[in-house]
């Protein structure tokens, strides 16, 4: 199966009516794409002997985003898993309303379904992070590139924070929400600031 027809088939995998995999497995593709971006212009800026003083801090980033790309390539399968299992939970919770086991699995699964967009807005930052980097040392004829993956990453995120939050309104426990709650707050708003300071360092360079 070529590369095509690799995309085509997630592609018909996401647009089928089953609940998984669904918006967090999304979030996380675009996490890895921003991921093989930043890899990808890495290699490209180290051929360059112009850059050769960015080498080593080049190599670093590569390696950093060569280990993000790969998380999010594996938190897309943990994402489909997880929510398959709390959907499964959500359907035995509606037919054994009284089974005490099955209410006392409801707010594990939810927290195991919210644990993982979160571990994924967590490294879509890392992402704009490099990106912050690469944006500033990378080189120039790549800029295009560092810019969709900046705004490849800021997408996993959001979308992921999406999920967390709508994942969170279903959960019992009330520390647990307010924690979570806050984190990813957080997290998009440093989301928002790293995009803002990644573009200015990179659209000079385009002009």
């Not at 800026?45 to 980033?61: G, I, M, Q, T, V």
């Not at 398959?84 to 086991?101: I, P, W, Y």
């Not at 520390?175 to 000079?204: F, N, V």
């Amino acid at each position: 199966m070529n590369t095509l027809e690799e995309l085509r088939a997630f592609c018909n995998d996401l647009s089928s009516d089953r609940p998984a995999p669904g918006g967090g497995t999304a979030s996380a593709a675009a996490g890895s794409m921003s991921a093989s971006l930043l890899v990808m212009v890495c290699g490209i800026s180290l051929k360059s002997r112009k850059l050769e003083d960015h080498w080593p801090a080049l190599l670093e980033e590569k390696t950093n985003a060569e280990h993000l790309r790969d998380k999010l390539l594996d938190l897309c399968a943990k994402d489909s898993e997880a929510y398959s299992e709390l959907a499964a939970v959500f359907r035995r919770t509606r037919e054994m309303t009284d089974d005490k086991e099955v209410l006392a699995a409801r707010d594990p699964a939810v927290r195991n379904a919210t644990d993982i967009p979160l571990e994924t807005a967590r490294n879509c930052l890392q992402l704009l992070r490099i990106s912050k980097m690469v944006a500033q040392i990378g080189i120039r004829n790549a800029s295009s590139d560092v810019e969709v993956a900046i705004e490849l990453a800021e997408a996993g995120l959001r979308g992921a924070a999406a999920n967390v939050r709508i994942n969170l309104t279903s959960c019992e426990d009330g520390e647990y929400r307010s924690r979570m709650g806050t984190e990813i707050s957080s997290l998009l708003r440093a989301a928002e600031d790293m995009r803002e300071s990644a573009l200015k360092r990179l659209r000079p360079q385009s002009l």
